[in-house]
């Protein structure tokens, strides 16, 4: 069995990658869920805000690891093998500014981090001590 070094270590952003690489991956396939349709709403609604919230861990430690840009930039459609590091504090101070998301293949979103992600540090989620759950 041959194993390369990438099948070891993954390199994400942020000071701690498995509170970063986890959320943003975790963002990005919510968007993909919502273009599929493949969640539950009533039909005929239209999806015009999304947010999030991080439990467990990742709410006490979120901003300080990065967890909160992580989810900021999945949202924006990006994941940890496409973004550029470089531009990750551009992307997050904008969509900061506006107070909406644009994500490619998607309508414009209102997104207000500091409404719309919510670090919850007093509700567990069953399943894993450290949660995320989205919403539309």
């Known amino acids: 069995m041959f194993l390369s070094v ?11 990658s498995s509170h970063t ?6 963002a990005r396939r919510f ?29 006490y430690t979120g ?3 990065g967890s909160d840009r992580a989810v900021i930039l999945g949202l924006a459609g990006q994941t940890p093998q496409t973004v550029d590091p470089d531009e990750a504090d551009g992307i997050v101070a904008r969509i900061g500014a506006e107070k909406r998301i644009s ?7 209102r997104f207000d981090p500091a409404k719309d992600l ?3 540090r007093k ?14």
Request: glycine fraction near 16%.
């Open 123 to 136: 509700t567990p989620l069953t399943g894993h001590a450290n949660g995320m759950a989205f919403y539309a």
């Open 63 to 65: 901003i300080g690891h």
């Open 118 to 120: 919510v670090l919850d």
């Open 103 to 109: 994500p490619p293949g998607h309508p414009t979103y």
């Open 6 to 16: 990438f099948d070891l270590f993954k390199i994400g952003i942020g000071p701690s």
């Open 21 to 26: 690489m986890g959320p943003m991956t975790a």
């Open 31 to 59: 968007l993909d869920e919502i273009l599929a349709g493949d969640w539950p709403r009533p039909a005929g609604v239209k999806v015009d805000r999304i947010g999030a919230s991080l439990h467990g861990s990742l709410a």
